[in-house]
């Protein structure tokens, strides 16, 4: 495998948070995400079921989008790296990637994710070592 994505193996993304105050940063990555024309509607937000007893709705616990292109998956990265640049200082976003039933997970702050492209092709190696 060259490690691109192809129609049958799409990889499944979810970006969460740590630190104070996730849900206001995860909306607000949320927002940066669109704003780039190719990543626009390509990203939901995964909000969890509100609790017994709670009238409002449930609460934004990470970002998902499902990836049909390495060059996708980098837009991604670098969009979530330009994003941590930008706003947050000593945040570390926690990247989850899923190809069918293999899954790697990494936990990066901006400086760690800023050769997105060193990051995709070590998340897809990593992924198709699980594979074998």
Known sequence: MDGTPDADRSLDVRISLSGDDPE??????LEWINDDATLRDQT???????QPGELSGGT????????????LLVALISSAAGWLTAR???RRVKIQVKRGDSEVSLE???KQLVRADDVVDSILHRLDARDE
């Open 60 to 71: 934004l616990q990470a970002l998902e989008s499902a990836v049909a292109s390495k060059e």
């Open 44 to 50: 939901r937000p995964l909000i969890d079921e509100p």
């Open 24 to 29: 206001d940063q995860l909306a607000d990555l």
């Open 108 to 110: 990066a702050d901006a």
């Open 88 to 90: 947050v200082t000593g």
